[in-house]
């Protein structure tokens, strides 16, 4: 079973840049697309971004497209979310997932491996 571990988070300036990593560790992270949410008090959790494990499509949230980037690097069986531009509103704990699909999905209840989260606090 696939192991998840994020890192990357803390706290940044309103405008600053922060790089997520999500690192897999049983399976390589090649076996699996991976997506992002973000989960801020109070409310539901929110797909960010995915990657597919075959071809490396990519999903973004209307939210954070233009300022977000996800890639994947197999070999280190690790997948990383490149967040500039950052806004007070980006400010949560940012999970990554996960799953097999045909396409990767921006459905949190289509994963069923997550990490423990990171936070990140965008804040002046």
């Known amino acids: 079973q696939v192991q998840l571990v994020e890192s990357g988070g803390g706290p940044v300036q309103p405008g600053g840049s922060l790089r997520l990593s999500c690192a897999a560790s049983?399976?390589?992270?090649?076996?699996?697309?991976i997506g992002w949410f973000r989960q801020a008090p109070g409310q539901e959790r929110e797909g960010v971004s995915c990657?597919?494990?075959?071809?490396?499509?990519?999903y973004y949230a209307s939210s954070v497209k233009g300022r977000f980037t996800i890639s994947r690097d197999n070999a280190k069986s690790a997948v990383y979310l490149q967040m500039n531009s950052l806004k007070p509103e980006d400010t949560a704990v940012y999970y990554c997932?996960?799953?097999?699909?045909?396409?990767?999905?921006?459905?949190?209840?289509?994963?069923?491996?997550w990490g423990q989260g990171t936070q990140v606090t965008v804040s002046s």
């Open positions: 997932a996960a799953g097999q699909f045909t396409k990767c999905s921006s459905s949190s209840s289509a994963y069923n491996h």
């Open positions: 049983g399976p390589t992270v090649a076996y699996y697309d």
């Open positions: 990657i597919g494990r075959t071809d490396s499509s990519t």
